[in-house]
């Protein structure tokens, strides 16, 4: 994948070094496997005008691997930390943080977290096969699962769950795709996932629950 894997050992040792990583970013000793990932560039990029006329869904994609510095700028763009507060690039339900991004790679699925702008690793299993119906979910480096956290949403019944947590997803899949028409990347924002098998495949709580994939890479030329 292009991307370090960093045990724990290395971490301390990153911490020592005092390794110059995005604000917060710093891993910490009980971190037992994490990316650090470098920080996002903030300027660059196509005028919005200029990505909103070039976004589209595309379903082709090379096998190439994304650059851990595209992986870097694509997570902070779906939904990383924008302000001092620690909101995010997109808008989300009453103020409370329901939606994690996962990403899921050939070397295992990750859990992008914001505020550090780290990826923590949840499983070591190549799982993108399983995270869609379409072929070409397996072959793309890389696909975004999105997962809510119904337990967070006190208050709603189990349908408004559903429905707030798909709109803060898809909120998110828009700067994804934004983000994929200004950088050249190919995605398509995915309903068609098997949610009962991936939700099981996530090891998710039983609260938790996949509220949408999208898969990002190289359109194949
Ligand atoms: C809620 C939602 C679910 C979608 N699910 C799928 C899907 O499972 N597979 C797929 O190939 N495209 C899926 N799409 C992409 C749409 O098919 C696509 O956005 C639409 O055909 C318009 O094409 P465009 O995005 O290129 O403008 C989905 C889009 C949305 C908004």
Excluded at 115 to 120: A, C, D, G, V, Y
Excluded at 185 to 192: C, D, I, K, P
Excluded at 201 to 206: A, G, R
Excluded at 208 to 214: G, P
């Amino acid at each position: 994948m292009g991307v370090t894997n960093i045990t724990r050992r290395e971490a301390n040792a990153a911490l020592l070094a005092s390794v110059a990583l995005a604000a917060g970013a710093a891993l910490a000793a009980e971190d037992a496997e994490a990316i650090a990932l470098p920080p996002p560039r903030s300027k660059g990029g196509k005028p919005l005008i200029e990505a909103l006329a070039l976004r589209k869904s595309t379903r082709d994609y090379s096998n190439r691997p994304l650059p851990l510095q595209v992986l870097s700028d694509l997570l902070w763009a779906a939904f990383g930390v924008n302000r001092p507060s620690g909101d995010r690039t997109a808008p989300y339900w009453r103020h409370i943080m329901v939606i994690d991004v996962y990403a899921a790679m050939a070397d295992g699925v990750w859990l992008y977290q914001p505020k550090r702008h780290i990826l923590l690793r949840k499983l070591s299993a190549d799982i993108r096969t399983q995270t869609g119906l379409q072929d070409f979910v397996g072959t793309a480096p890389l696909n975004l699962v999105y997962v809510a956290h119904g337990e967070r949403m006190q208050d709603v019944s189990p349908q408004e769950r559903r429905l707030y947590a798909s709109v803060d997803t898809g909120f998110i899949g828009q700067n994804v795709y934004l983000f994929c028409a200004s950088e050249g990347l190919a995605t398509v924002f995915r309903g068609a996932v098997n949610y009962e098998e991936l939700d099981r495949i996530m090891q998710l709580s039983t609260d938790q629950f996949v509220t949408f994939a999208q898969t990002v890479g190289y359109p194949r030329n």
